[in-house]
Structure formats: structure tokens, C-alpha cells
């Protein structure tokens, strides 16, 4: 089967918002990254609300009905697709809980798979996608989930700051814009090298720009995330790690795993770093 099209991606997504404009919000309520259901319903059903998988898939994310009770009756399930995308959106956080999976993409294979399998592979040193279908269930998404922020945004070209992040994912979740400068290159440079050797699942930005009437710039006016310079993130990487992709600042959690990186102007270039306690 040839890749879908970002053409293809985008009538899909003018007819998804059309149809369920709430989408988004139920991705907001459970804290997945932008765009993720859109990705996965695309993956599933191409958003369509449909019974698919031989009979045993539902709705527009395709919950199995072997695996899972359908609430109600199938009919009933089919005539409330913003109970189907809770549904996915909470399956995905708890397959996160239960991999305890830094990013999302361990999460999303075991949508499909289930966790034992990915789990399975984890422990036989294989990538987690060898056992989903096709192979490739958890990039696909990830590749469709970028797609689709393009698209939102304006097209899809010219929206992403660089090979893997795009401006949704740093835009200031108080006004929803960008840096007046931009976001810095070499904050992007680095989280690129960062996501190449620690995050294969993909690297979420948790939070990017802040801009200063943003809650946590009123409690911290000096953050870097003010300046458009850092970026918090899934505790993978230790301070070492993070020192060798370049990062300046360096923020750790009390388990010493790196939650935000910047690109602060430091003493001969030498990365400084910190506890972060979500105000840096």
C-alpha cells in the first residue's frame, strides 16, 4: 500500500474537525501531545467512524471487542464518537503508566499490539514497532501526528522548525504564540540530537515558549522559556547525556534525570545545571 498523502491528511482533517471540533480538547484533558488522536484515528479508520477489523473494531480508534467491553452496544458506541476518543485518549495514558514509557511511542505500538507483546520486545532487544502491524504502527502515527500540525497551522509546508518539531509544540499555551525572535536554533539543533541517540519513540515538548502574562512566567519572569531558548521534557536523558548534545542549562528532577534543557549564555560554553522544580 503507498503512504498516505499529505493531501490525503488533510481532506481527513478538515472533515475530522468539521465532524467532532472537540477532538482536540479531549487530547488537552489527558495531556496527550498535539495532534496525537488525529493520528491514531487516522492510522485506524482514516477518521472514520466505522466498524472495521473483521467485525471486532469500533469506532474511529477501533476498540476490540476482544479485548475490551463495548459500554452499552456497538449501535450506541457508533452514535458517540466523543466517548470513543476518551476512551483511546485514556488506553493511551494508562499503556503509558504501565510501560512507563518516557515519550509516547512504546504507548502507541501497544495500542496495537498490546503492552505484553511490546513489552516482549523490549526484552528481546527488538524495536518496539517489529511487532505491531505492518511494523511500523508507532512511526506511521508519529509521521501522521506531525502531518497533521502542519496542516492546522496553515499548510503543510513551511510549519515545522526543524526535521522533527513543529511550531504547535512550542507555541505558548496561555496566547498560542511564538517567540517575537523565533524559537532558537540551536535549542532545536540540540533536542534533535537529543531525540536521535535517547528518544525513538519521538521527543514531546512539554512546554516551549511561555510568553510573560503565561501563569508560570508570572512566578518565574527570568525563565528561559520566556525567551523562546528552552524547552521541558520527558525524563529520559541523564545530565551527562544532556551535556553532550549541547544543551546549556540543564535542569534534573530529584531522581537526577534531565526535565528541561536551554540554550542559556554560559561561562566558555560550559553547561550549567540545576534541580528544577517547573519554574525554570
Known amino acids: 500500500m503507498p503512504p498516505i498523502t499529505d493531501d490525503q491528511l488533510a481532506a481527513q ?3 475530522a474537525v468539521a465532524e467532532w471540533p472537540w477532538i482536540g480538547a479531549v487530547e488537552r484533558a489527558h495531556r496527550l501531545p498535539p495532534m496525537l488522536l488525529f493520528a491514531l484515528g487516522s492510522r485506524e479508520t482514516n477518521l472514520r467512524n466505522v466498524t472495521g477489523d473483521g467485525g471486532h473494531g469500533h469506532g474511529i480508534w477501533q476498540r476490540d471487542d476482544r479485548s475490551w467491553t463495548i459500554p452499552r452496544s456497538v449501535a450506541w458506541y457508533l452514535e458517540h464518537p466523543r466517548q470513543q476518543a476518551e476512551d483511546a485518549a485514556a488506553l493511551l495514558v494508562s499503556l503509558r503508566s504501565q510501560l512507563h514509557d518516557p515519550g509516547w511511542g512504546l504507548a502507541v505500538a501497544a495500542y496495537n499490539a498490546g503492552a ?4 516482549g520486545a523490549l526484552g528481546r532487544g527488538v524495536r518496539p514497532d517489529h511487532v505491531t502491524t505492518g511494523g511500523d504502527y508507532s512511526a506511521d502515527v508519529e509521521r501522521r501526528r506531525l502531518a497533521f500540525i502542519r496542516i492546522a497551522e496553515g499548510g503543510v509546508v ?3 522548525l526543524s526535521a522533527h518539531f513543529a511550531t504547535g509544540e512550542f507555541a505558548c499555551r496561555h496566547c498560542g504564540k511564538l517567540p517575537p525572535g523565533g524559537v532558537s536554533r540551536s535549542l532545536l539543533a540540540a533536542l534533535e540530537v537529543a531525540r536521535s541517540r535517547h528518544y525513538p519513540g519521538g521527543l514531546p515538548v512539554a512546554s516551549g515558549y511561555r510568553c ?9 519572569p527570568r525563565s528561559r522559556h520566556v525567551r523562546g531558548d528552552a524547552a521541558d521534557i520527558p525524563p529520559v536523558m541523564t545530565v551527562p547525556q544532556a551535556k553532550a548534545c549541547g544543551f546549556r542549562g540543564i535542569g534534573f528532577n530529584t531522581h537526577g534525570m534531565v526535565v528541561h534543557v536551554d540554550m542559556r549564555p554560559t561561562l566558555l560554553g560550559r553547561a550549567v545545571t540545576f534541580p528544577d522544580a517547573g519554574t525554570a
Not at 116 to 119: G, T
Not at 212 to 220: F, I, M, Q, V, Y
Open 13 to 15: 482533517y478538515r472533515r
Open 116 to 119: 505484553a507483546a511490546v513489552r
Open 158 to 160: 513551511g510549519t515545522m
Open 212 to 220: 510573560p502574562e503565561h501563569r508560570l512566567s508570572l512566578a518565574s
